[in-house]
């Protein structure tokens, strides 16, 4: 059963958005998915308590924040598995995340501090003993690409010998979507035809 694991040294990079977007994503699909969520914050735990009967259901992994246990066995009731983590991971946490995934995304901003961080955390994951064994994939948060911060993490991102999935814009229907514990796949096309066009290339990484 495939794990796919948000990652990020950084808070408020955008991990819980990617992590409830990703989970909505496989169950539109059809795929029996749980989602869960390490991170104190508990973003996704509330995205998921907020969801509505009428969408396409997402299971709950109950995840401790100082245990990362083994999301329920693969079957006819989990074949995706999606966890959300804290910010700063490391020690133990880290391991324990190391052992269980297969995908790893590492979303970043268009920021000074944001770049200089994840690069640490990139190379961290560079010399794990495992990353033979997972796919590490970057996506660009809250990209505006008419501005030169946008810009420098183009150069920077191309600069790293990992995929760029794709970069995500900034925009308020994440915000409004979350707020109802819905995905960009659980709406109509049209309201977020932009948006899903940049899902494309990730949603292809993750099917892959």
Known sequence: MPIVVVASPKGGVGKST?????????????????????????????????????????????????????????????????????????????????????????????????????????????????????????VGM???ERTLAAERLHDYLEGLELPVLTYLRNTQNYVHLAASGLSLFDVHTSRVEKDLEQWQPLSAWLDA
């Open 18 to 138: 990617l992590s409830t977007q990703i989970a909505g994503y496989y169950a539109s699909r059809g795929h029996h998915v749980v989602l869960g969520d390490a991170d104190p914050q508990q973003s996704s735990g509330l995205w998921l308590s907020l969801r509505p009967t009428s969408a396409a259901p997402i299971g709950a992994w109950d995840v401790e924040a100082d245990e990362i246990d083994k999301p329920p066995k693969a079957g006819k009731d989990t074949t995706y598995a999606v966890l959300d983590t804290p910010a700063g991971l490391e020690g133990k946490r880290f391991k324990d995340v190391m052992k269980l995934a297969d995908k790893i995304i590492v979303p970043l901003q268009p920021s000074v501090f944001d770049i200089f961080a994840t690069r640490k955390f990139l190379d961290r994951l560079a010399e794990h003993r495992r990353i033979d064994k997972m796919q590490v994939g970057l």
């Open 142 to 144: 809250r990209v505006d």
